[in-house]
């Protein structure tokens, strides 16, 4: 599955050329990334006692045993602070930052790469301990929340640059890499001789954007097991050979990703002036259906809707705020767990970003797990780094769905000049199409099916309309699902002829032209804007 420049969805273009005399370039890719290494054989009771049992340890033995590891594990991960003669420092707070500290002893020394510092502090884990069961008189193994010491190595690493990893030293040593992928760029950057201005995690300008939007997809084309498995190997010595009897390999998962898309403008003037109205039109125009589909969830059919157009089924929270930060004002909109929000950062550059912390909200075409020759289907997206490259595909629609409505919003165009070719007769292919009327219930209901946020990145068939413009209480006969096929395959016509649509060769799919998704986007709008709000716009 690749994923590349040109393969993006038109909505960015679409912005960009709405603001294209005030904008540089744009980039998208991984900002902060924060990966979980878990030894899965280790993770479970069940399995721990398997593992306990190949290594020949009984129960009664297993706080001494687990101690001796736990000495060595500790030891292997100090030497390697000794050996490099960089600091091991302990923190008697586990609040206290531990990247500004890292920052300042890099900035103190003069830390180009390798080690900085390898910092320790007490943390809640989940481990295991011996339980005496009174009602069966037998010790158990029990997992359970208690606290240890936990060593964080912050390094200047040669391609991922500033970095660290935290390493659990009680079983099941449970380990956390966080990278940035800005960071990661500006090493490819450099090694390619791309000029750039950079403040903390943000590029103002770029020489080569388009260079170096090649150069941040290339990060998705990482091996990545192989390269976190390294990093384990620098920061833990000792695990090869306390694993040698019984190897159990990491399996690596994405605890939390942040896909951020940088919209560089040519002066902190053209954003400055741009922006309150982008965060004006986010607080009052966005409702919790649009949230929905930026992030990629299913808005229901009419039939079937709660209140405000949600699934009666949906038990999370849908919520929108704004909030003053240093580098910025950001509005942030959230469905549960993930989100997808904006703000101005360094003056210059508006930053979209959606993050992920419960991939199972969305959807990825693979085969069953454990089964990797069967039949693929749509399944939920899953925490496995084998998935970063849909997580990708998934964040940028989001990206692109979000930057698409402000485009809408802070077009220059007016609106009748937008309306008018497509409300008048059109000739296509020999043929004449009628018009489309916005205001009428059947052609607003068809603009905003198609343009529903689950078809933008895969677009949308047929059957895909179907139930979204028929409702129906019992399930329709065959000979009405025909005629339902055949209406849809006129309304389809119609919207190729107007050039809001456009086929996908070779299939029976369908996808929102840039053009399009322009009109639709600001004649749905417009249709849903009340009588306060096209006043108060006047």
Known sequence: ??????????????????????????????????????????????????????????????????????????????????????PLLYLPSSS????????????????????????????????????????????????REVKCKHYYHYMIHPVLGFMHVRLQTWFPFTVHICINGREWLARLMDKAGIAYLRQDNCFLTISDPEQAQILFDGQLRTQWPAMLDRLVRQINPAHPGVFRRCPVPYYWTV????????????????????????????????????????????????????????????????????????????????VNANSVKMYDKQGSVLRVETTINHPRDMKVYRTKEGDPGGQKSWR????????????????????????????????????????????KPVTWKGKRARAINPLNHEDAALLEAVSRGEFSLNGFRNRDLRPLLYTAKTRPGPQEIRRQSAAITRKLRLLRAHRLIRKVP???????????????????????ADTKTLIQAA
């Open 255 to 334: 605890d939390e990703s942040e896909w951020a898309t940088d919209v560089m403008f040519r002066s902190a003037r053209a954003l400055k002036a741009l922006y309150p109205r982008l965060l004006r039109h986010g607080m009052q125009v966005l409702g919790s259906v649009d949230v929905m589909r930026f992030l990629g969830r299913r808005v229901p059919t009419h039939r079937n809707i709660g209140h405000g157009g949600i699934h009666n089924a949906f038990k999370g929270e849908v919520i929108t705020d704004l909030k003053a930060r240093p580098e910025g004002v950001r509005i942030k909109h959230r």
């Open 96 to 143: 206290e930052n531990k990247e500004r500290r890292a920052r300042l002893i890099a900035e103190e020394d003069h830390i180009q790469d390798g080690l900085i510092c390898v910092l320790s502090s007490v943390e809640p884990c989940y481990s295991y301990d011996i339980y005496r069961n009174r009602e069966t008189r037998q010790i158990e193994l029990r997992r």
């Open 380 to 423: 939920y997206l899953r925490k496995t780094v084998v998935d970063l490259r849909r997580r990708a595909q998934v964040c940028q629609a989001s990206n692109d769905r979000y930057l698409d409505a402000m485009a809408a919003a802070e077009a220059s165009t007016p609106l009748s000049e937008l309306a008018q070719p497509v409300c």
């Open 506 to 528: 070779h299939t029976h799919r369908y996808v929102v032209s840039p053009t399009g998704r322009r009109v639709i986007t600001a004649l749905l709008l417009a249709r849903q």
């Open 1 to 86: 599955m690749s994923f590349t420049l040109a393969q993006r969805s038109n909505a960015m273009s679409t912005f960009v050329q709405v603001h294209r005399d005030s904008i540089i370039g744009t980039l998208s890719g991984f900002d902060r990334l924060r990966l979980r290494g878990t030894m899965r054989l280790l993770a479970h009771v069940g399995g721990m006692m398997d593992y306990l049992r190949q290594m020949g340890v009984r129960l009664k033995e297993f706080a001494g045993y687990a101690q001796s590891v736990t000495q060595q594990v500790r030891q292997a991960t100090e030497q390697v602070a000794r050996a490099a003669g960089r």
